[in-house]
């Protein structure tokens, strides 16, 4: 279609400039026919631009459907927000996920907290009005999957960190986005408790991993004691009754996790990992008895499980 456009416009250039009115005549003929490919072309190309968007459509709301109707086909989650990610600019793909979105369980998306929050802007398009509600009602229902990155995302690191943000518009937008849900979170009657304790936490977390002293070197223990950080760590994190971040926790559909493991104690010495920004290994022992042995470390607040 595109080449017939632009052959016809090729001919119709010619013809306005030729004096010759033979050849003037053959490429009005040329000009014409031209013309008339691209007109036929063009109806088929916006039949089928039809159809795929009514395909597009169909496809979104009966995985969406399909997802509200059953749990054996969970993983088509993942499709659901390929395709609503390549078309978010289409209206359409987001009316047909705006149709049905609100009706599927959040839990379903839950596993997919950290594609969906890295995609939020500060935006007042429909898509991110949508993702970003998607976002809020995963760490509402299910705050163990959801407010970890929700906090390091708001969470300002350093004032390096903020002259490097400051250059990046989309690093920008993300983080005022997080900022936002962070303060829907802590204004919400159901998650304002659970927010206040994981991120208190993370904050813990994130000042131990900021702590520089003489002795961190690498693979050396250290007795927790010798950092300030570390001694705050011991004695509020088990008052808070979080559990290890790293603890692998099962999506409950009926969104209780009043009866998770929570920590509380650490073994008093930690170790350092290689790495620039010396990350410290901990290991928080929970309620269930288990240690949870964990990576603490930045740029940014990130907590993995080892060994």
């Not at 978010?88 to 959040?106: E, G, I």
């Not at 304790?197 to 131990?208: G, I, R």
Request: charged content about 25%.
């Amino acid at each position: 279609m595109e080449r017939k456009k632009q052959e016809a416009a090729e001919f119709h250039k010619l013809v306005s400039q030729e004096k010759n009115k033979q050849l003037k005549y053959n490429y009005q003929r040329a000009y014409n026919r031209a013309n008339t490919w691209y007109a036929l072309d063009k109806v088929e190309y916006e039949r089928l631009r039809s159809n795929r968007e009514n395909f597009l459509q169909q496809c979104l709301e009966n995985y969406l459907l399909s997802l509200q109707a059953s749990d054996q086909y969970d993983t088509d989650v993942l499709r659901v927000f390929s395709l609503w990610l390549e078309y978010s600019d289409m209206p359409l793909a987001t009316r047909a996920v705006a149709k049905y979105l609100a009706k599927v369980p959040s839990g379903k998306f839950a596993l997919l907290m950290n594609q969906l929050s890295s995609r939020i802007q500060a935006e007042g398009t429909d898509f991110q009005r949508l993702l970003s509600g998607l976002v809020f009602r995963v760490c509402q229902d299910h705050p163990y999957h959801g407010m970890h990155q929700i906090f390091a995302m708001q969470n300002k690191l350093s004032a390096k960190d903020d002259a490097v943000r400051s250059k990046d518009d989309t690093a920008r937008s993300r983080q005022n986005a997080a900022t936002q849900i962070a303060g829907l979170l802590a204004n919400d009657k159901h998650a304002r408790k659970y927010w206040m304790m994981v991120s208190q936490s993370d904050e813990l977390y994130h000042n131990l991993a900021m702590a520089k002293n003489d002795q961190t070197k690498v693979g050396r223990e250290i007795p927790l004691e010798k950092f300030f950080e570390a001694k705050e760590l011991l004695r509020k994190i088990p008052q808070l009754e979080v559990p290890p971040a790293t603890l692998a926790i099962d999506i409950r559909p009926d969104c209780d996790y009043t009866k998770v493991p929570v920590i509380r104690a650490f073994k008093p010495k930690m170790s350092i990992a290689n790495g620039l920004s010396a990350p410290k290994i901990i290991s928080a022992q929970a309620s269930d008895g288990k240690f949870y042995k964990q990576l603490v470390r930045l740029p940014q607040l990130f907590i993995e499980q080892i060994g």
